[in-house]
């Protein structure tokens, strides 16, 4: 069973974090998505934590945690220096691998990218979130009146958009909240086994004010990064997981992620956007193969297979 408490955030708000296993093993942080909270990780973490020391906590504005007063208060710079409060109350000093899902992977790039955490942050496994930085130099090269890049590339930043809508939506701030209070918290358990193929292990008690304050980290965030994007590389090694059948996050956004990432090791799966509730037991399989390579700098075994076979499917 996790272990529960509370630590202060940099600008003191109250941040709910759960732990699993035993505190002398190897360190590994969950960061959920969007309209998530811890619990979407728990059939991983649960699994993860027979090997490892696991962290998983409420971003600001989901499950217990406290939700920000202003917009800006979800920015992607405060949000790495959330995940560095965690870090630095539970584990403070050590190092540590990182995973995220969703939303949980668009803002832990920020971390893997930048100083704060840089000499900490072991491994990333990012899973169906790139970096809005990344995205948005990936949709200039597609979209620039002066691209060189043939017709179905370029189609596939249209694509793209379109399978964004409601990032758009997400801009106006009265709509998407009105829509969470007024029945979308109830379907959204229905949604997901319909539209996604997946069932929640626990019902989510608090998903209507997951839904109401996520939609801050679309307002904060996405319009200011694709006006303008910064040249983020990475500075560890990272595993990308793709779901072929992403309903929100295609695996074209990737294809130039190798130019920021020198240590880049891909594994392909058929799934949806979900993919941690539909095949908890798989991805925690390749969390757990990826952090202890990463443990024992074994490049010659799962990092040269992952290299040769890029596309490896489940």
């Known amino acids: 069973m996790p272990t529960h408490q509370f630590i202060n955030s940099s600008d003191g708000l109250k941040l709910h974090v759960a732990t699993l296993g035993d505190a002398s093993n190897t360190p590994i942080v969950l960061v959920h998505g969007y309209p998530d909270n811890h619990q979407v990780w728990l059939p991983v973490a649960e699994l993860l934590a027979y090997q490892f020391f696991v962290i998983a906590y409420d971003v600001r504005g989901a499950g217990q945690s406290e939700s920000g007063r202003r917009v800006s208060d979800y920015s992607l710079d405060q949000l790495s220096k959330d995940l560095m409060s965690v870090v630095d109350a539970v584990i403070?000093?050590?190092r540590f691998h990182l995973v995220g899902h969703d939303w949980g992977s668009i803002q832990s790039w920020e971390s893997v990218t930048t100083e704060k955490l840089r000499d900490r942050i072991a491994s990333y496994t990012t899973i169906s979130g790139p970096s809005l930085d990344h995205a948005?130099?990936?949709?200039?090269?597609?979209?620039?009146?002066?691209?060189?890049?043939?017709?179905n590339e370029r189609l596939k930043a249209v694509k793209q958009f379109g399978s964004s809508w409601y990032v758009v939506m997400f801009q106006l701030p009265v709509l998407a909240p009105t829509l969470w209070q007024a029945g979308l918290g109830k379907l959204w358990?229905?949604?997901?086994?319909?539209?996604?193929?997946?069932?929640?292990?626990?019902?989510?008690?608090?998903q209507v004010e997951d839904g109401k304050e996520g939609v801050q980290l679309y307002r904060a965030n996405f319009l200011p990064k694709l006006a303008n994007p910064e040249q983020r590389y990475a500075s560890c090694p990272v595993q990308l997981i793709v779901p072929r059948f992403d309903n929100y996050a295609s695996h074209n956004l990737y294809s130039d992620l190798s130019q920021w990432v020198p240590e880049l090791y891909r594994r392909d799966i058929d799934a949806t956007h979900w993919v941690v509730l539909s095949h908890h037991e798989l991805?925690?399989?390749?969390?757990?193969?990826?952090?202890?390579?990463?443990?024992?700098?074994?490049?010659?075994?799962?990092?040269?297979?992952?290299?040769?076979?890029?596309?490896?499917?489940?």
């Not at 990936?138 to 002066?146: A, K, V």
């Not at 997901?192 to 608090?206: A, C, D, F, Y």
């Open 92 to 94: 403070p000093g050590r």
């Open 136 to 151: 948005a130099h990936w949709m200039r090269t597609r979209l620039s009146p002066t691209s060189s890049l043939p017709l």
């Open 189 to 206: 358990p229905k949604y997901l086994q319909h539209r996604e193929g997946v069932i929640e292990s626990t019902p989510n008690p608090t």
């Open 283 to 314: 991805i925690a399989q390749w969390i757990t193969e990826f952090v202890s390579a990463c443990e024992l700098d074994q490049q010659d075994s799962l990092f040269a297979h992952l290299r040769a076979n890029p596309s490896e499917a489940a």
